[in-house]
Every structure is written in C-alpha cells, then in structure tokens.
C-alpha cells in the first residue's frame, strides 16, 4: 500500500540552527501538507501547498518556515532559525486530486509517521 | 469557544464493548468530516470519511454526523485490544483548492482484555 515517508524520523538541533524536514508523498497526489503536534496538544495545521506554490497557510507559519518541491518526489518544510517552542512533531501529509472537479479537494488526508524535533 | 471540541479521556472499556466516541464543533462552514486513530509517536491513519448527515459504516466502526446539531460520532463495535489508540475527529470547510484539517484535541482509549 502506497504511503507517506517521513526523515529524518528524529532530528536534535541546537536553538537558531536551520532544520530541513523531508517527505515524500503519495506518487499519485497533487496536494501536500505539513501539520505538527506539539507534545501532549492537538494536531495543527501549518501549510498547504498545490501547483508549486501555498495553498494556504496557518499563523503558525511565519518567516521562519517554508516549503519547497524540489523535485518530482520530495516535498520539504524548512525552519529557518529554530526556536526552542518548535519542538515538536512534525506530519507531513498528502489527498489525491479528484479529477471529476478540477479544484476539489476531498480532504481525504494521508500522513507520514512523523518527525519529531528536538530544540535545545 | 473552541472549533472543535473532543474528550479527551481517557475511555478504559473491556474487550468486546462497544465504543462510542463524539465530537463537537461550532464552525458551520465545516462540509467534510473525518476520524483518524493515531497509535503512540505515530501518524493519524484516516479511518473514517463523510461528507454528508447520517451514518456510515465500515466493519465494526460507524461514523455519524447530525450537522444540525453540529455533531459528529464514531461507534466501534466489538472492540479489540488493537483498537487501544488515540482517536482524533478531524473537519474541513473546504474552500479553494486545497483543504485543512481542523482536530480535535483526541479521545484516548484503552480497551482491556
């Protein structure tokens, strides 16, 4: 069965230092996600990204973060000088295109294993 | 008032009972509704899907939404050791091109044997 890969699947970094977390979604789906989940909170929405660009973002996802599709495969989220309150889990998640309506989406998300983050 | 509310538990039920877990939310705008089962330091896996009032079934889960109470529900019937998760409803508005997901804090459950 098709899935979501996630690395690394932990990463410590020391606070300020740029942090890269890798996905690579679900061959078939056009729209990718990245959520995290704080230890012991709910799940959050950070960004949505479509077409090679954000779809939409949360207050969450401000200058320190971006995304990126490299290439044809790897979807990435990048926070540029880490903060200790990023430590969390990070979930990157990718839905498939309904093709029967052209800008649908059927919220059908699919998620990676995670990777969790560790800010000292 | 939060968007979305769950309890978070957690619900210790023996094997084989059954399992009813809820959600509430007070966005009207939210059209798609999910539940998701997260196992320990794992990603949520998508269980259930509906879009529309009513009942849903899928083996021994049964997903129910009441829109006009803003109201959602999962049954697990017959529950398993293996069904001990959390479990997150999750909701979407669907606007544009893309959908976010909007969870529930999650319900725990532990179902001995």
């Known amino acids: 069965e098709p899935e979501v890969t996630q690395t690394p699947s932990h990463q410590v970094t020391q606070m300020g230092q740029e942090v890269i977390l890798r996905c690579v979604p679900i061959s078939n789906h056009l729209y990718f996600y990245w959520y995290r989940q704080i230890l012991g909170q709910k799940v959050e929405f950070l960004v949505s990204?479509?077409?090679?660009?954000?779809?939409?973002k949360s207050e969450i996802f401000d200058d320190q973060f971006s995304v990126e599709r490299p290439d044809g495969s790897n979807f990435t989220l990048k926070i540029r000088s880490t903060k200790l309150e990023d430590s969390a889990m990070y979930f990157c998640a990718s839905s498939r295109h309904n093709r029967e309506l052209e800008f649908s989406n059927t919220g059908e998300l699919f998620f990676g294993e995670g990777s969790r983050l560790t800010v000292l | 008032q939060k968007e979305v509310e769950q309890d978070p538990g957690p619900l210790s039920v023996p094997e084989g009972a059954i399992v009813s877990l809820n959600c509430t939310y007070s966005n009207s705008a939210f059209q798609y509704f999910m539940w998701y089962r997260q196992y320990s330091r794992k990603g949520p896996e998508l269980l259930m899907y509906?879009?529309?009032?009513g009942n849903k079934e899928d083996g021994r889960f049964t997903a129910q939404v009441d829109k006009s109470s803003k109201y959602i529900s999962l049954f697990i019937r017959d529950s398993q050791p293996s069904d001990s998760a959390t479990y997150l409803c999750?909701?979407?508005?669907?606007?544009?091109?893309?959908?976010?997901?909007?969870f529930g804090t999650g319900t725990r459950l532990q179902v001995t044997l």
């Open positions: 509906t879009y529309s009032s």
């Open positions: 999750a909701m979407s508005d669907y606007t544009g091109t893309a959908s976010k997901l909007t």
């Open positions: 990204f479509y077409n090679n660009e954000i779809s939409e």
